[in-house]
């Protein structure tokens, strides 16, 4: 039993992390849409589509997020501060540190898909990353 708290704690601690991030930059990336669908050039049905997009995953990551912790509420005792608990710490520590390194490219990738009409459309045609990429060159 203690070799499957510690493997699930270490995993819900990678996944806490991780929609900690997508929740947080979900909802930055919403709000970078929002300001684009009132003052830019952008086709404001484009820009309401982006928001949202972008508001339904911050919601549905944080739903995950909050689920987590009380299924590990319920099925696993208060953290009396074992291995267990640290190595999910850890876990999470390592695993929010990758994910929080990925957002800078999301958010610039929003803005300017708020902002610059051009870019809108390449983004919706091609997809973000490929956008991002033929832009920077």
Known sequence: MSAFLLIGLIVWGALAAQFLV???SSFVCACIYLYG????????????IFFATALTQALVF???????FLLVALFVEPPAWNAHWIAGLVAFAIS????????PDKILAA???????????TARALG???ALKTWRE
């Open 22 to 24: 997508q929740t947080i």
């Open 37 to 48: 669908l009132l003052f830019s050039r952008v086709k404001k049905r484009l820009n309401a």
């Open 62 to 68: 944080a739903l995950l997020l909050a689920g987590g």
């Open 111 to 121: 803005r300017m898909c708020a902002i610059k009409p051009i870019f809108a459309k």
């Open 96 to 103: 929010f540190i990758y994910c929080a390194m990925q957002v």
């Open 128 to 130: 973000m990353e490929t």
